[in-house]
């Protein structure tokens, strides 16, 4: 870690977009919380069109999908969550994560990073490897607000030993935003201002129209398509073909069966898996 590299909520709220700026309640950078997801749970969630932040350099408790933790070194990676209310539920709501991946898509691609794409349903890839991933707890009625706590981790520095600790052996290994940009400086505070101000413009256009307008999107950067997966849903699983995605952000699976979407489960990449 370069030593001026502390997230600063200056900083961070320097680069923010007048607008964003001017919706934002509240940015905390914490040196050291349970989980900057469950610190924003904890409090009130933020009224419509505004937005709360949390950033940590470190989380003891950090989570991850299916229940798995999240681990990443002191001022290593950023670890950040956003809550935002929807006065009542979005169209497709389920494909939230979708489409918050792809504000942190965008978000990354100013920095180039080699192989930068999209794995179904909620993981950030680079050249084969893990970067990050996106966890959403929602909370509410279908007919009433929703609070929704978008957390995001993403590797920066290149992982070294913490491959080696990753708890996820089903999965991707992973990767770090440094070692992906050749020369160029990695800043996670403005990396933190550009995820903040892409994920801003993309809660407010999900609250009114969905997943529809990133569908299109969410498939250009899709990581998996074409290639042979394994597909765990509970405690079955399935080998087929990744397809891509429906118009409502499931998974389209292909196997001899035909094909099915699939709206929950976890996919496993074969030719990456230990046993294909
Ligand atoms: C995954 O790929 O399994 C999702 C990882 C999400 C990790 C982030 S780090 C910030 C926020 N706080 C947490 O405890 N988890 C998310």
């Known amino acids: 870690m370069k030593s001026n590299d502390l997230l600063d909520q200056r900083v961070i709220c320097e680069r923010l977009s007048s607008a964003v700026a001017g919706a934002v309640d509240s940015v905390e950078v914490l040196d050291v919380v349970d989980s900057t997801s469950e610190f924003l749970r904890r409090g009130a969630p933020p009224p419509p069109g505004r937005m709360k932040i949390a950033l940590a350099e470190y989380q003891t408790g950090g989570r991850g999908r299916l229940g ?18 929807f006065p009542v539920a979005p169209p497709n709501l389920p494909a939230l994560s979708l489409a918050c991946g792809v504000a942190v898509h965008r978000a990354l691609a100013t920095l180039s990073p080699a192989g930068l794409g999209l794995k179904w349903p909620n993981d950030i890839v680079a050249g084969g490897a893990k970067l ?5 707890d929602v909370q509410g ?28 052996a089903d999965s991707l ?38 997943f529809a307008p990133f569908a299109d999107e969410w498939r250009r950067c899709d990581a998996m398509c074409g290639e042979p997966i394994r597909l765990r849903i509970g405690d079955r699983t399935r080998d087929g073909v990744a397809l891509g995605i429906d118009d409502d952000g499931a ?19 074969r030719r990456a898996s230990a046993d294909s």
């Open 132 to 136: 990050g991933g996106l966890l959403i």
């Open 173 to 210: 290994p992973p990767t770090g935003l440094r070692s992906l940009v050749g020369d160029r400086d990695v800043s996670r505070n403005e990396l933190a201002a550009d995820v903040v101000n892409s994920l801003f413009a993309v809660l407010r256009e999900f609250e009114s129209s969905g």
């Open 251 to 269: 998974l389209l699976f292909g196997d001899t069966d035909g094909t099915r979407s699939v709206i929950s489960g976890e996919v496993t990449l």
């Open 68 to 85: 798995r933790r999240w681990l990443s070194p002191f001022g290593g990676g950023l670890c950040m969550s956003a809550g935002w209310s």
């Open 141 to 168: 009625e279908s007919d009433g607000p929703i609070a929704a706590v978008v957390g995001i981790g993403i590797n920066v520095e290149p992982v070294g030993d913490l491959a080696e600790r990753f708890d996820n």
